[in-house]
């Protein structure tokens, strides 16, 4: 059972360029986590969302960031207009369930770099 | 509000030694606690979680913790570490203000195994 993948692994954008990011969860998984890591940080999470549904964006910036999980296909996390600021590892996590006591599975993340 | 604080945010350490990794957290509710690993450049792999029952949890890799409630910590320890163990180290408690499961993270603890 593959885990959770995402891609790119690495991406470069220059400012003012747009970023997507793209998760695909473990086999059976129908809940989406989306979390950034600045450096020498902690994960902060930024969104949750099941097929079709965003259930709480309550840490995703309030302009540029969006994110989507379609009823087909990857779950995607796309910046607009990127600045300096976004460069950050942003970690795609995935569960079978939705309750608090479930594991989340952890993708290797996209690592960011905008020059 | 719930906050995780790992309170140390370097650990250096001799191979064999013991090691404990501190995780202090606040919460008024009943709380589900987690610890993950994450090797460099790499996504977070989950070592063990606390939900409910025997306060003494056991993990993979020969780490294991123990959820005092009194004393709001959730500490990490492994009797013996190996080079292997070098990584960063984040706490985490599931949020339960919201729908799902959202975590919040510790700053990390950098685990430095020397020969």
């Known amino acids: 059972n593959a885990g959770v993948m995402q891609n790119p692994r690495h991406l470069v954008r220059r400012r003012g360029q747009e970023a997507r990011l793209r998760c695909s969860p473990m086999k059976g998984h129908s809940h989406v986590y989306w979390y950034r890591q600045l450096p020498e940080e902690g994960l902060k999470f930024m969104v949750y969302?099941?097929?079709?549904?965003?259930?709480?964006e309550s840490g995703m910036p309030k302009e540029r960031f969006s994110a989507e999980f379609p009823k087909e296909g990857p779950s995607i996390l796309r910046i607009q207009q990127v600045v300096r600021g976004d460069s950050a590892a942003y970690f795609c996590?995935?569960?079978?369930?939705?309750?608090?006591?479930?594991?989340?599975?952890f993708g290797p993340g996209t690592r960011l770099l905008v020059l | 509000a719930q906050s995780v604080t790992q309170l140390d945010s370097q650990v250096p350490v001799f191979e064999e030694a013991p090691v404990e990794l501190r995780c202090n957290y606040s919460s008024s509710v009943s709380v589900y606690l987690f610890w993950y690993v994450q090797y460099p450049n790499q996504g977070l792999q989950l070592l063990l979680k606390y939900l409910s029952g025997s306060t003494l949890v056991k993990g993979i890799n020969g780490f294991e913790a123990e959820f005092n409630k009194s004393q709001t910590s959730f500490h990490l320890r492994k009797p013996s570490v190996h080079i292997s163990d070098t990584a960063e180290y984040f706490c985490a408690v599931s949020d339960h203000s919201n729908q799902g499961g959202k975590l919040i993270f510790g700053q990390g603890t950098e685990l430095s195994v020397k020969p």
């Open positions: 996590a995935s569960s079978i369930g939705a309750g608090r006591q479930e594991t989340q599975y």
């Open positions: 969302l099941q097929k079709e549904n965003i259930i709480d």
